[in-house]
């Protein structure tokens, strides 16, 4: 295993500028848009679709719409005089109050009583917006942070949403497929090499990244070898004929209770259809597609298929210098094509397409060459959820402090789920490796 280790330096890491705080105007309609965007995906479903609960992993969708809108309330008219405990949130929507599992069981409104609601605290929350005077020295406000926190967190809720509307129990969700992906794919396979050295990870942002990506810092790593696309299903089914569920060898200790447990024989959906496989997309069922990045593996699964495949998963450092390391200019890029945000032309972000791209589709790049690595497939890397250097929690430990150590495994790159508001290079996802429900998928990495 590579390992990678955090330098002093007294040149300050290079990273690329924060973005701008965005106007009032612009923040009021992005906080429009992405409401919009969280009732259509929910548009379409029953009361009875909304409260139950599809699977113990899920909160009621209801319940996740009534959560988003108490966030909103809690740090957009409550808290920006400076926060107040995060245990103001009222009970019912208060995350720590109710674990998933119970959530079913809470007495929740009707849609149109929670429709009610939402606009209610949405009025108050642009009525202070219109008031609010900017003041950064509070740094909740400085470069509108706050008001990128709540947005980013009903993007990620919305995501969490389609988890649940993709384990749907009853009729399948009928998706409101809107994006097409472009016709050509390009998909030069193989790996790329990065040569290893000095780098920067993380950022100093405070406008828009969370605590856990701060701060940037320099890391020294050896060179690598990375795959330039996420695993295919291709290759998944060929790690299937290779009995590699069945191969002690392949799996390790953890790895091997999980599969003895879940008793898995390929990624979940995955159905056998005579000599191949099936699938299902919300509401489309078909034959699984060889090009396009398998999905819905969990940590162990892909930590096996690495091993099968001569490989490893690459670090969460590896992955981000393969993303983001500009070794032309020594600055670390926002995105892996550059500094411009991420939108569903340039990525298979923004969920409309309700589905994984075949690899290449996008041809934008990273410097050294890797495609895909923003969009598509959450890729799981073999490192623990930790702090960085010098982290400071903001602006509640509850987003990342409580979650440190080993019990996570951080995911990079958002997927085709995620708004392109909630995805950037530093970004930094984390799961319990056995999780299968999110949109994840990998990429292979070797020492050089
Ligand atoms: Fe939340």
Known sequence: MTVSRAVSSSRSP??????????KNAIAELLTEARERTLLLISGLSDEDLHSQHDPLMSPIIWDVGHIAHFEELWLTQNLDGPIEFSEMPGMYNPFEH?????????????????KRLSEIRIRVLDCLDKLKWNDENPLLEGG????????????????????????????YRAPRAITFPRRPISPGGSVRFDGGRVTIGTNDR????????????????????????????????????????????????????LAESRAVAPKYWTRDGDGWITRV???????????????????????????DGKRLPSEFEWEAAAS?????????????????????????????FDTAPVGTYTNV???????????????????????????????????????????????????????GAIRNTFRNWDYPIRRQIFS????????
């Open 14 to 23: 290079r990273s690329s500028p924060p973005a701008e705080r965005p106007s």
């Open 99 to 115: 674990p998933r599992a119970e959530r079913a069981s809470l007495t929740l409104p009707t849609l149109q009583e929670m429709l």
């Open 145 to 172: 942070y706050v008001y990128n926190m709540v947005l980013q967190h009903e993007y990620q809720h919305n995501e969490t949403i389609l988890q649940t509307l993709q384990l749907k129990k009853g009729e399948p």
């Open 207 to 258: 406008t828009t990244a969370y605590d856990n990506e701060r701060p940037a810092h320099e890391l020294e790593l050896p060179a690598f070898l990375i795959d330039r696309n996420p695993v295919t299903n291709g290759r998944f089914v060929d790690f299937i004929s290779d009995n590699g569920y069945g191969r002690e060898e392949l799996w390790s200790p953890p790895g091997r209770r999980w």
């Open 282 to 308: 919300m509401d489309i069922t078909r034959p699984v597609d060889a090009t396009r990045p398998v999905c819905h593996v969990c940590y162990y699964e892909a930590e096996a298929f690495a091993k099968w």
């Open 325 to 353: 390391w500009d070794a032309s200019t020594g600055v670390a890029r926002r995105f892996p094509w550059g500094n411009s945000n991420a939108d569903a032309r340039i990525a298979n972000v923004d969920q409309l397409a």
């Open 366 to 420: 990273s410097p050294i060459g890797c495609y895909g690595m923003v969009g598509d497939v959450w890729e799981w890397t073999s490192s623990d959820f930790n702090s960085y250097p010098g982290f400071e929690s903001f602006p509640y430990k509850e987003y990342s402090e409580e979650f440190f150590g080993s019990e996570y495994k951080v995911l990079r790159g958002g997927s085709w789920a995620t708004r392109p």
């Open 441 to 448: 998928g990998f990429r292979c990495a070797q020492d050089a």
